[in-house]
């Protein structure tokens, strides 16, 4: 790995789809350092990755936050960003606990934002980058998941107004939208569940962390593209989610 | 937050939230026919112009977190007095709905409430209940398309539309890709 690698931090890079991001953007020349609440699981994927640094990173917190841009900064600076922390816990609207709710948007839209501001700074000093948020099919609605739903939603806003600010400093700003995708996180869903889900994606398969993976690495290297939400999602986004 | 209305309008639609476009909307309900089910405008409170630079943490969790909080809980409030056929309007300003430079704050805020009632137009259409985005520029708005756009939503034909989103700005936004 050259020392003048662009570096690239990955929050929630120990995860499922963030896992499959450090290493297609490692495969691409990029010096990625993981970042994730785990430190076991970032240290096993910093050690798995050539040239990989970990970090653990809270996006909630200001001071992990510094810390992170800092390890970057003594690599040579940030020049890719990409938002892939995030957590998914939710309920009805009725039922939703405006506490839970803060709580969500903390992780999944305050967080990011946070450290897009940090992350931008050391961009435009260097002359540019990319950021890339990483959304969710949810910003189209999803039963249930009002919290989500707004927090992703909150993020593809933010996506296109930090590309019209951001532009003239050489930092595109981008995101993508993921629908079902085979993480951990979808193991456990109901056999019932997860057959009327794939019924109604027109490539007739789950996603894969990779598929995520190659969306990203194409828009943290595109430079005439920005503002854009890309849906990775089987055509879900464009069929009837619910005609299973 | 402002309460419902005690005048006529509260015939037409209650009104929460402490938006900038809250006057606006009380006005253009004055042109709305009461219809026969119950409804509410949530016009939500949305940050004004801010550089990325100038979202330190305290603004950020000020302005984004707490308007968004604010809006779940007039939704909450909303959502809890609806029962079938009740209608529930969401009045947006246009342009951080859009984007645009040093709007990241608002554009987070609106484009949350947007797909929170994108959310809410699925989940409760089991209820009988619309869910609807109205997008206006605040600082010209059409009180009139304001008041032909609630009429048609409030009424009776209104039951069949939800999760939809209309911007009433004399087309200013033709030629842009919708968030």
């Known amino acids: ?244 | 937050m402002t309460g419902m209305l005690d005048d006529r309008r509260d015939l037409v639609a209650g009104v929460l939230g402490d938006g900038a476009l809250v006057p606006t909307v009380r006005e253009a309900l004055d042109g709305v026919s009461p219809g026969l089910t119950r409804a509410f405008c949530v016009v939500p409170r949305v940050p004004g112009p801010a550089s990325l630079g100038d979202l330190d943490d305290v603004r950020l969790d000020r302005e984004v977190g707490d308007a968004l909080v604010d809006a779940l809980e007039q939704v909450q409030r909303a959502v809890g007095a609806l029962t079938a056929g009740g209608r529930l309007v969401l009045v947006l300003p246009h342009a951080p709905l859009m984007g645009l430079a040093d709007g990241a704050a608002a554009s987070a805020v609106t484009n949350g409430v947007l797909s929170m009632a994108r959310t809410l137009a699925i989940e409760l259409a089991r209820d009988g209940i619309t869910v609807n985005v109205l997008a206006v520029d605040p600082a010209a708005p059409s009180v009139r398309a304001l008041a032909v756009a609630l009429d048609a939503l409030l009424s009776e034909g209104g039951a069949d539309v939800t999760g939809q989103e209309i911007s009433l700005t004399a087309g200013t936004d033709l030629g842009r890709l919708r968030p």
């Open chain 1, 1 to 244: 790995m050259s020392t003048h690698a662009p570096v690239a931090l990955v929050t929630g890079g120990a995860g499922g789809i963030g896992r499959a991001i450090v290493a297609r953007l490692a495969e691409s020349g990029h010096r990625v350092v993981v970042a994730d609440l785990d430190r076991e699981a970032v240290h096993d994927t910093a050690t798995a990755v050539p040239g990989a640094v970990g970090v653990v990173l809270d996006v909630t917190d200001p001071a992990s936050r510094t810390a992170a841009i800092r390890t970057c900064a003594d690599l040579g600076g940030p020049q890719v960003l990409v938002n892939c922390a995030g957590v998914l816990r939710d309920a009805r609207v009725a039922k939703l606990d405006p506490a839970d709710f803060r709580r969500l948007q903390e992780v999944n839209l305050l967080g990011p934002l946070a450290l897009t501001r940090l992350a931008a700074r050391e961009m435009a000093h260097r002359g540019g980058g990319a950021v890339v948020n990483l959304a969710s099919r949810a910003w189209l609605g999803t039963f249930g998941s009002t919290a989500y739903s707004t927090a992703k939603g909150g993020l593809v806003g933010a996506t296109r107004s930090l590309a019209i600010e951001l532009g003239p400093q050489g930092i595109t700003v981008n995101a993508v939208a993921p629908g079902f995708v085979e993480t951990a996180m979808t193991d456990g869903l109901p056999p019932e569940i997860r057959r009327r889900t794939l019924d109604a994606i027109p490539v007739g398969r789950a996603g894969r962390p990779d598929d995520v993976a190659d969306a990203v690495a194409y828009l943290a290297g595109a430079s005439y593209v920005t503002g854009q939400v890309l849906p990775v999602c089987g055509g879900r986004s464009v069929a009837d989610p619910y005609a299973a």
